[in-house]
């Protein structure tokens, strides 16, 4: 593999920095040897009606599973987000919009943001939405998305966002699977300047009989293009909140309340409505944003996630709001009008964080260094990466290019489960190394275990599994208790996070993929991200994915899926090239099989690799796709299928 290289903060970065090197070991014994103390103290920085004192009440007994935060104290989300700020920052930027259309952008005060959020909280209630009713808020990226979000906090009525490029059927599974009396969505949404029909998914979704619940869709007018509006069920945004008072009373709600519900992104099967609370998810949030981040008042931060991801959820929404910043949303993608767009977009609206996916910066990087080098980027003083393992060629590439060498990076790992980061360095204490997740947030323990559950220690490779509790941990799968149980019983007595990790001399995490994706091969156990970085290492591959496939010597061999740099041609000599340049790399061990070249992976809609689909392909088992709905572009699939190497 290439030589571990190590990145640490400049000098100047560290001396601004909010947490420097001792207070990171500091804080993390306190945060382990007396959790309680710490974690009361953390809850200090949000506005509640009752102060918790009933800290933590866990336990990963299958036998007796449950865990509750805070469970003594009262609170409501929106007013952490919104009404504390208004004294002192009632006329900073809450939102910079920045639409898919370059010219079109707004900025709202969080004193107006708290108006909007009033008068549609006003509007649900009138609707007859109560506490502890849920509402479906299916939106684009626009301003609307975080108003929806907060004024159900506002009220106490469970949100469940459904990403705005998900169809019809996947929107109906949502639907049915939480029974919503209310859907927010808009006419349409607009992605790289074409429109999405999200209103006439909607109707198609609301055809089916499970999702009956349903009175009312409130329709956002966005594109202005017309849609079907059918009386009495459907309502415009903009005439139901009109006249409705700017002020709202909130609801109060127990810590423990439920906030939202969220379904996995379905890398691995069927989607699950994760369910996080109210207290505790937002003390994690707003706590990891601002000590991860670094943040400070003066920042212009911007996550390139869609809030229908439990990033927007935590990273544009809840956390960066409760901590008072400024937080950027957008609408569009990447690669609009040109592959400029993030870095014209940072150059607007300055902005001085940025939090994106690998699979973005593959994508960027794939056009070459030109379209990055005609912006300044100068305002940027740090860079985030989460979703998938980033490799550590793309993590240079980002530092080096986008960054010039001034940004720290911080790869953050963490799961819709999880809400909120629980591996990541922290920039101004902890050096990066370029694919590691670094060490682990204040009051996470992660360990490693073999396939027998036995606790590895020191330097080890196996089962990434978190033995203590943290603040933002998911309360259960919503109307699947005995899902939940799962992520306690494979390894009892911990929470298991179906990912594969090592951990090297220094302490540091290294996510290797998923568990379910390990190849195995005479023997020898291999994580998917070692072999797919040695692939993205090659200065002519954009993007790599590798899974195992029944070999009668082996047990496994290795296929891998080739994604070339734009303008590469594939060839049989590179094809040899390429299987001898991971050799080298890596070893003999991890020799592929089969390479075969793909023009494009599927992805889901998050952007994540699904090597579910690819194990299938090369296991010359087309049949046996299983459910491909969430993929975001399926048609790459029958390209693959067809272009199959072994059948
Ligand atoms: P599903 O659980 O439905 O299959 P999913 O796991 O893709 O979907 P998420 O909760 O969005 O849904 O993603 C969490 C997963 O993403 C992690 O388990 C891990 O595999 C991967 N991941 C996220 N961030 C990182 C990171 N910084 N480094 C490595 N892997 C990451
Ligand atoms: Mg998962």
Not at 308 to 315: I, P
Request: hydrophobic share 35%; glycine share 8%.
């Amino acid at each position: 593999m290439n030589q571990e290289r190590v990145h640490t903060a400049s000098p100047d970065f560290i001396a601004q920095a909010n947490i420097k090197p001792d207070d990171y070991r500091r804080m993390y014994r306190e945060s382990i040897e007396n959790p309680d103390a710490f974690w009361t103290n953390v809850a200090k920085r949000l506005d509640w009606y009752r102060f918790p004192t009933d800290i933590r009440d866990v336990s990963y007994r299958p036998d007796d599973l449950h865990v509750r935060w805070y469970q003594d104290g009262r609170i409501n989300a929106s007013v952490n987000c919104l009404d504390r700020h208004l004294a002192a920052r009632g006329d900073k930027t809450a939102i910079i919009w920045e639409g898919d259309d370059p010219s079109k952008s707004e900025r709202i005060s969080y004193r107006d943001l708290h108006a909007r959020v009033c008068r549609l909280a006003n509007a649900l209630r009138n609707l007859g939405v109560k506490k502890g009713d849920f509402v479906v808020i299916y939106l684009p990226m626009i301003p609307e998305a975080a108003v929806a979000m907060l004024a159900c906090a506002r009220i106490g009525a469970p949100h469940c966002v459904v990403f705005g490029g998900f169809s019809p059927d996947s929107l109906g599974t949502r639907i049915a699977d939480c029974s919503p009396k209310v859907i927010i969505t808009a006419d349409e949404g607009l992605r790289g300047g074409r429109p999405v029909a999200l209103k006439a998914n909607v109707d198609k979704a609301l055809q089916r009989p499970d999702t009956h619940t349903v009175e009312t869709v409130v329709v956002v007018r966005h594109t202005g293009n017309p849609v079907n509006m059918q009386s009495p069920r459907d309502r415009w945004y903009d005439t139901l909140v009109e006249g409705q008072p700017a002020v709202c009373e909130p609801e109060v709600m127990d810590a423990e309340d439920p906030l939202f519900i969220l379904h996995t992104s379905g890398s691995t099967g069927k989607p699950k409505g994760v369910l996080h609370t109210t207290g505790g998810y937002l003390v994690h949030t707003s706590f990891t944003h601002e000590v991860i981040f670094d943040l400070k008042e003066d920042d212009v931060y911007w996550c390139t996630a869609d809030v229908g991801w439990v990033t927007g959820h935590s990273y544009i929404v809840y956390g960066p709001l409760a901590n008072g910043a400024t937080t950027v949303i957008f609408e569009g993608v990447p690669n609009y009008p040109d592959f400029s767009r993030f870095w014209q977009v940072v150059d607007k609206h300055q902005v001085t964080i940025f939090y994106t996916a690998p699979t973005a910066i593959r994508a960027l990087m794939r056009e070459g260094e030109a379209p990055v080098a005609k912006t300044s980027r100068a305002s940027l003083r740090l860079l985030g990466s989460v979703g998938e393992p980033i490799n550590p060629e793309a993590w240079e590439w980002y530092h080096r290019v986008v960054g010039e060498g001034r940004c720290p990076i911080v790869d953050t790992w963490w799961q819709t489960e999880n809400g909120g980061i629980l591996i990541s360095a922290i920039p101004g204490a902890i050096p990066q190394k370029p694919g590691s997740a670094t060490l682990p947030f204040f009051g996470v323990e992660p360990a490693i275990v073999d396939n027998e559950g036995k606790v590895l220690e020191g330097v080890a490779e196996g089962n990434l599994v978190i033995l203590s509790s943290w603040p933002g941990q998911f309360r259960t799968v919503y109307g699947d208790p005995k899902r939940y149980k799962d992520y306690f019983t494979t390894y009892p007595g911990t929470y298991f996070s179906g990912d594969g990790c090592r951990r090297d001399a220094d302490g540091y995490y290294w996510i290797t993929g998923r568990v379910d994706d390990v190849i195995n091969v005479s023997g020898h156990r291999m994580g998917t991200a070692e072999v797919e970085s040695a692939l993205v290492a090659h200065p002519r591959v954009a993007e790599a994915a590798v899974v195992g496939f029944p070999h009668d010597i082996k047990g496994q061999g290795i296929y891998a899926y080739v994604t070339l740099n734009a303008g590469e041609q594939p060839s049989e000599e590179l094809r040899r090239e390429l299987v001898a340049w991971v050799r080298k790399e890596i070893g003999p061990i991890a020799t592929p099989d089969h390479l075969q070249w793909a023009a494009a992976m599927p992805k889901t809609r998050s952007g994540k690799i699904m090597r579910r689909i690819l194990r299938k392909i090369a296991e010359n088992a087309p049949e046996q796709l299983g459910d491909t709905t969430t993929l975001a572009d399926p048609s790459v699939v029958q390209t693959l299928v067809n272009e199959r190497l072994v059948r």
